[in-house]
């Protein structure tokens, strides 16, 4: 079939062939351009043609540098330079627009003026110190800034009393003692009892009353019943200090068994009781945390037979508590303070039935 006589192949090359003048306009339209940006270059001399040329070779670097131009703080820092030292900076942007560069040079300004206008004022206050002046706050709720201001005048702290009430007001103050800064305050004239519950083989409960002396937390008495009374309980108060070692502060919870006859006989041994609130077995929590370390260390690996059975067991518990335990709160020593050894070969002594073990060093 002849070209001539189908009117799809007639258009079809039509197509083309305005396709190819398109194409041939276009480059003749960039061929002008070049030659014009080279004639005005040439006009205008080396110094724009070195200018241009670091301009499109530092996009190029940019763009080398991954799939999509990320610009750091030198490129924006480069073209900040370089639009306040040429005139015709605009007409070699490639990646950019001219009012990113803009932008940038006013966020560089803006952060500039920033850092010079920015008042130096007074030194800021050490935090060793802000943790002191917090911590005689806790501990001397009572106190005021003029009364910590007097006490870090007497430690060679140099701060002023307007500071030290600046930093009273961020820190909540209770209006009176803490538990734990009473307990704190009071390791070494404080004790603390509570009862624990322990069932035998035979489904028998018994309870054990534990008496601990803050001070080193030892284990002051001990003793096991079947049926607690307030008389009973006195009476093993009185075992556990006799003569004048009575504690200042008894600390106790609201159970029924403290009646008004251990009540009495605690007031005549001339221990004042500190009740905790009902509820609340945190306000008690050197004795709490020893039962605790009872049953986790001792009672919940063992079935109990009989009250002999119980006594026995919970000597040895004493004996390993006492002696070999280390605790946090003593610094990682024992209630009976035990001396490090050093030197010598190390061997293991079992302890409460082989639960535990006790390590010394031996010599050869």
Known sequence: MDCDENPDVRQNLSGLTSQRASRNDHHVIALLLLIGRAVALAF?????????????????????????????????????????????????????????????????????WTRRSRRTGRPAVVQQVRTLVRQMAANNPLWGAPRIHGELRMLGIAVSERTVSRLLARTPRPRRQTWKTFLTNHLASAASTDFFTVPTLTGRILFVLVILSHHRRRIVHLNVTDHPTASWAAQQLI?????????????????????????????????????????????????????????RECLDHMIIINEIHLRRVLAAYLAYYHRSRTHLGLEKDTPDHRSPTPRGAVIAIPEVGGLHHRYERRAA
């Open 44 to 112: 205008r001399g080396h110094r724009e043609l070195v200018l241009e040329n670091l301009a499109l070779r530092q996009q190029l670097k940019t763009a080398k540098r991954a799939r999509r131009p990320q610009f750091n703080t030198s490129d924006r820092f480069f073209w900040i330079v370089l639009a306040r030292v040429w005139r015709h900076w605009r007409t070699a942007l490639v990646l950019v627009q001219p009012d990113t560069v803009v932008r940038w040079h006013r966020d560089w300004l803006r952060r500039r």
């Open 239 to 295: 075992d556990a200090f006799p003569d004048d070692t009575a504690p200042r502060w008894l600390h106790r919870d609201r159970d029924s068994v403290y009646s008004a006859v251990f009540r009495r006989r605690v007031a005549s041994m001339g221990i004042a009781e500190a009740v905790s609130a009902a509820a609340s077995p945190w306000q008690n929590p050197f004795v709490e945390r020893v039962i605790g370390s009872i049953r």
